[in-house]
């Protein structure tokens, strides 16, 4: 089997989509930490609430408070993971 | 040909297919007018932004019109319930003495909602463009300085940056930057997330796309489009009055 200039640039640029794409996926491993947090945040809100019924309405809106920003790390993958798959800079590299 | 090179060519041809498929629902751009060779172009967003407008002046003029100083219609106790809802929300969370930014919050609280609903009318979500929700982000951020720069004037505002200590000036710094951009992220990347999902859905059911779209279109589309809305103006109420100097 030989390696022509052909072959090269070909593999070449199944290399940089492929890992990309890999690259995507793996930056979502990041959605864990707001899964783990908001979780947590939910459950010491049904807790607080299980303790003082009466107090519902003020701790709900600060647990929704609490979810969002607990998202925003998810949140940061995700744009990382949308640019690697629509609006990839590596794009303009290939060969 | 190698065994190597035809994977490679079979796997380029793949990527080019998943490219023309658009489940990623990419920005489409409208080409406006063209005046002495320099071209006008839209964004599908600004269109969207549009008929959102239309829709919140329709409803604004239906809930407000021959309003009485007791209401006795439906749609003016409506009216004054939303209302109220944001004014008490506003003096809840900022305090009463903020009430002029009620109107600011009520705008951005319809107009975020509407924009998140568009969905359901198969349009796009103007919230799915960065270029929108950084711009409400942007108009939080200065909010923000305008706010220290009223309470603290010239020299609380300064002073803010090096609290509680002088060491922490370039954390406060990022923090002052890292906020709005969170703010612009966090609608953004929930709103195309939605949509990614919905369309990766429907793109997976193919022909026998009957219920499940419709479970996770309650969800994404109407949940999450509300509770985003309101998750944004909490946020920036939170953030406006946490920039009061003492």
């Known amino acids: 089997m030989e390696m022509t200039p052909e072959t090269m640039k070909i593999l070449a640029n199944?290399?940089?989509l492929g890992a990309s794409a890999l690259g995507a996926g793996t930056a979502m491993i990041a959605g864990l930490g707001p899964g783990i947090g908001e979780g947590y945040c939910g459950g010491q809100a049904v807790a607080a609430i299980g303790r003082q019924p009466e107090a519902s309405g003020a701790i709900t809106r600060t647990m929704i408070i609490g979810d969002a920003l607990a998202e925003t790390t998810g949140l940061y993958a995700l744009v990382i993971a949308l640019l690697l798959l629509y609006a990839n800079p590596l794009i303009g590299k290939l060969l | 040909m190698s065994t190597a090179l035809m994977l490679a060519s079979a796997a380029a041809e793949t990527v080019k297919e998943a490219k023309e498929l658009e489940v990623n629902g990419a920005l489409k751009v409208v080409k406006l007018f063209e005046i002495n060779g320099t071209e006008f172009w839209l964004t599908e967003s600004v269109i969207i932004q549009w008929i959102v407008i239309l829709i919140l002046l329709?409803?604004?003029?239906?809930l407000t019109h021959n309003m009485k100083v007791v209401p006795e219609t439906k749609r003016q106790a409506a009216a004054e319930m939303l209302v109220e809802f944001v004014r008490d929300t506003v003096h809840g969370t900022m305090g009463s003495k903020y009430n002029a930014y009620v109107p600011y919050?009520?705008?951005l609280l319809c107009y975020i909602m509407i924009s998140n609903l568009m969905g359901l009318l198969g349009l796009r979500n103007p919230t799915a463009d960065v270029s929108v929700t950084g711009t409400l982000a942007i108009i939080t951020f200065f909010l923000v300085q305008y706010n220290r720069a009223?309470?603290?004037?010239?020299?609380?505002?300064?002073k803010s940056f090096i609290e509680p200590l002088p060491f922490m000036l370039p954390f406060n710094i990022i923090g002052e930057f890292a906020n709005p951009l969170a703010l612009a992220l966090r609608l953004f990347g929930n709103m195309t997330a939605?949509?990614?999902i919905g369309g990766l859905i429907y793109f997976a059911l193919g022909n026998f796309a009957l219920v499940i779209p419709a479970v996770t279109s309650l969800y994404f589309d109407i949940f999450s489009a509300v509770m985003q809305a309101y998750i944004f103006i909490m946020l920036t109420m939170s953030y406006i009055s946490s920039a009061e100097c003492d």
């Open chain 1, 14 to 16: 199944g290399i940089l």
């Open chain 2, 58 to 62: 329709a409803v604004i003029l239906i």
């Open chain 2, 105 to 107: 919050i009520m705008t």
């Open chain 2, 150 to 158: 009223k309470t603290g004037k010239f020299k609380g505002y300064f």
């Open chain 2, 194 to 196: 939605g949509m990614v």
